[in-house]
């Protein structure tokens, strides 16, 4: 199995283990343990484990369509992905439909032949021209090739040429955030962030940190400085797509744990901060993960704890091994209504 893949099961049995809890299902932990090896000649090789057992109903698959496709609401149907599954509305999905729903194409749409090209304003004029001089001719952009067309865009199309037809949402934006992460650009909104990060995940995170980081030595302003702070970390930091996949089936599971004791964020903060020093510590945070139903080893406990290189979306944020209430309210409130706030109403 390619490293790539075993990272993203790993990620992935984690936030089925989360899923399955919101069943009201706790599976066995050693379904949850992906690092299984086998000895070989050449020493250890890891082995492929089973899928872990249970079924998702509509409510938890809905959650996943919206941790994973927040960038288009037309993705976060469960009707619609239980149709791709070749399933009925009232049927429920196991792992491994999970795992090929995440990895449709359907979901990531893409033109084959259709290239994006960077161009500086003075050449985008020089084209603007040429374009408008062919469509006052009736003629296609490239008359020894009627069948090419182009346009200039920027988000969206500013001028096209005869015959143009935009390319799939998908595609345009993520070509539109690569874009501007390739201008140094830091402030990326959630649904660009998972755009962006998918366009990336083929480079290692500490390839893309330097090459973001030489840009600054290319532009007058530094503009890629100090990017720790920055929403453009959270494409920096972790590896794959399914990271930010799993930290955000954490928010949403924590948020219905809570609620569902009967408690407000604000009230389970409180609760929780039992030496009243306005922030949650490790063995406090600890506490309240078993309090609320989430029974995790210490490793696990701290995945959810901190903002590392690997991680994103942490409920720490600021690396002070601590969170103190902004970043709680952030991590399961104001992150899970704009993850949820459109499903809720959409879906019986």
Known sequence: MRLQELEMHKKLRTAWDLLMRG???????????????TSTGHGKKPEKLPPPPGELGSERLMELLAASFDWDPALRDPGAALAYLGRKVEEKVNYEDMVRLLLDARFRTRD???SFVLLSLAEAETLRRVLHARLQEKEPILKQTPSAALALRWNAVLDGSKGFQPGPAFQCRMMHQLARFLDGQSFFRPPEISVLLRALQRNRPFE????????????RRGASGGWEQQPVAEVLRPWLEFEQVLARVRAVRLHAAIYGQGLSVQMAFQRFDVNQSGLLEPMELCRALRELGFAFDA????NWH?????RIEAVDTTGNHCADYSEFFAFCKLQVDALLGGCRTSWG
Do not use: D, K, W
Request: glycine share 16%; proline share 3%.
């Open 299 to 302: 490793e696990e406990v701290a």
């Open 306 to 310: 901190l903002g590392t290189e690997e």
């Open 208 to 219: 893309r940190r330097r090459f973001y980081e030489g840009l600054g030595g290319c532009r």
């Open 23 to 37: 069943e009201g299902i706790e599976l066995p932990r050693a379904t949850q343990v992906l690092e299984s090896t």
């Open 112 to 114: 084959e032949g259709r």
